[in-house]
């Protein structure tokens, strides 16, 4: 099946600052990524659509000035987190739907902010 | 809205012995497809079988198969000879023509020894 590589798998950061993770589809274009939110022993939450050259598209509840989403290429999406604090410590799950449909999924970022 | 429901928190069963995960939705589309993902410790989304709505054959991946009840929007999964390997959680996914997948919430598979 179709790579979507996750980057970093795990950061540490400090309060107050920025975290940058990028998600990316190896071997095929992807007009939209999904980013998720996954919570210890819970499923995964959509946090946003992200669609290439276009704004993302925000689930109710989450902050688009916090989780700032760019779709720049049809191979790269970012997400990052402004103003980290210890509360948006938590598993984040990016995937990447290809032109059939099917959404595959990165391997994930930890975040820990202290 | 859609909404998968998983209402098996967590499950065990037998090596080599059969299992069966319960999943239910609810959806007033007639064109979806249906998804179970496996999540091990490494937490990476694995997919372990899909099925197209308009389809009446359950879908089936060597060990893996469901019971696709179209009227009664119920979806499970039952994983035969289950080994050591298939420990993992368990999601149950729904996607529609908007092509956002919503998750069950999870069942916890432990297979013992």
């Known amino acids: 099946g179709a790579v979507v590589s996750q980057h970093p798998s795990r950061v540490i950061c400090k309060s107050g600052t920025s975290v940058k993770i990028e998600c990316r589809s190896l071997?095929?274009?992807?007009?939209?990524m999904f980013w998720y939110r996954q919570f210890p022993k819970q499923s995964l939450m959509l946090m946003a659509t992200?669609?290439?050259?276009?704004?993302?598209?925000?689930e109710q509840g989450v902050e688009k000035d916090k989780f700032l989403i760019n779709h720049a290429s049809l191979t790269l999406s970012t997400l990052t987190v402004t103003s980290a604090h210890p509360e948006d410590s938590s598993f984040y799950i990016c995937?990447?739907?290809?032109?059939?449909?099917?959404?595959?999924f990165g391997q994930g970022t930890r975040l820990t902010v202290v | 809205a859609q909404t998968v429901t998983q209402s098996q928190p967590e499950m065990s069963v037998q090596e080599a012995e059969t299992v069966t995960l319960s999943c239910t939705y609810d959806?007033?589309?007639?064109?979806?497809?249906l998804f179970w993902y496996k999540q091990p410790p490494s937490r990476q989304m694995i997919l372990v079988i899909r099925?197209?709505?308009?389809?009446?054959q359950n879908a089936t991946e060597n060990r893996f198969s469901v019971n696709f009840q179209k009227a009664a929007k119920s979806f499970s999964l039952k994983i035969s000879d289950s080994q050591l390997g298939d420990a993992a959680m368990y999601f149950c996914a729904y996607r529609a023509g908007t092509y956002k997948y919503i998750f069950g919430t999870g069942t916890r598979l432990k297979v013992l020894a």
């Open positions: 992200s669609n290439e050259g276009s704004k993302a598209t925000y």
């Open positions: 995937s990447a739907r290809d032109i059939e449909g099917e959404a595959f």
């Open positions: 071997d095929f274009q992807a007009t939209t």
């Open positions: 959806t007033s589309e007639s064109d979806y497809y």
């Open positions: 099925q197209e709505a308009y389809k009446q």
